[in-house]
């Protein structure tokens, strides 16, 4: 059982759809980030939020858009995808933004863009 | 870049081996962390190491940090199939609240 909820489980969606990927955690935690894992690779980090406010941005192409509404949710916005965006989305979060607190994964999100 | 290196890529063992995956960093770490993924899933934390020298055991499982703090292993005693998985190691990125992860070592077992 995972304390981080991801959903949906499973997306696929066209190079010009929108759609958002969702992740909640009710363990008072007050960072938490966006990762994107491609097959047999570990974690790439993407986003950071820490108090509900974008503390790191890995260089992501605009087509990704994170959202903090509040301390217990994370969204990440996605439009225009291209085929090679196609990756787990995983959602993370960890007691607060220092490098030494372990990280929670949720279950992640399997994209697929066509 | 501060990287963090993790061999070897792939073990394939029988069961009842043992198996170690080693973590070395091109700086000194404050901290390192150990993950397990298991196929189709999400990478789950295991352990922190903080102290130089630092050995802690979870029942099959012996975690050690060395002690320059640059290098890091995992040891897991008589494998049983249910310790498939990649096992990643993890540690924070100098001057930057974030973690920079390992390759991973990926681990199949033969029955």
């Known amino acids: 059982d995972t304390e981080v909820t991801q959903t949906p489980k499973h997306l696929v969606m066209g190079m010009t759809n929108k759609k958002s990927l969702k992740c909640e955690q009710h363990?008072?935690?007050?960072?938490m980030y966006w990762y994107k894992q491609k097959a047999k690779k570990p974690p790439e980090l993407m986003f950071v939020?820490?108090?509900?406010?974008?503390?790191i941005n890995e260089s992501v192409p605009s087509r990704f858009s994170p959202e903090c509404p509040n301390s217990s949710l994370l969204n990440l916005h996605l439009h225009a995808l291209q085929p090679e965006d196609s990756a787990l989305y995983l959602c993370a979060s960890s007691q607060d933004l220092v490098a030494g607190w372990p990280l929670h994964f949720g279950n992640g999100t399997r994209l697929t863009v066509t | 870049g501060q990287q963090v290196m993790q061999i070897p890529q792939y073990q394939h063992v029988q069961e009842g081996e043992d198996f170690t995956t080693y973590c070395n960093s091109s700086t000194t770490l404050s901290n390192i962390q150990w993950y397990k993924q298991r196929p189709g899933g999400h990478p789950v934390f295991l352990i922190q190491l903080v102290k130089s020298g630092e050995v802690k055991k979870q029942k099959r499982l012996t975690f050690q940090f060395g002690e320059a703090k640059k290098n890091s292993s995992l040891h897991i005693t008589a494998t049983q199939t249910t310790d498939v998985g990649t096992y990643f190691c993890?540690?924070?990125?100098?001057?930057?609240?974030?973690?920079?992860f390992g390759q991973g070592t990926r681990l199949t077992i033969n029955p």
């Open positions: 993890a540690g924070p990125v100098q001057g930057a609240q974030k973690l920079v």
């Open positions: 363990m008072g935690h007050r960072a």
């Open positions: 939020y820490s108090y509900e406010k974008l503390s």
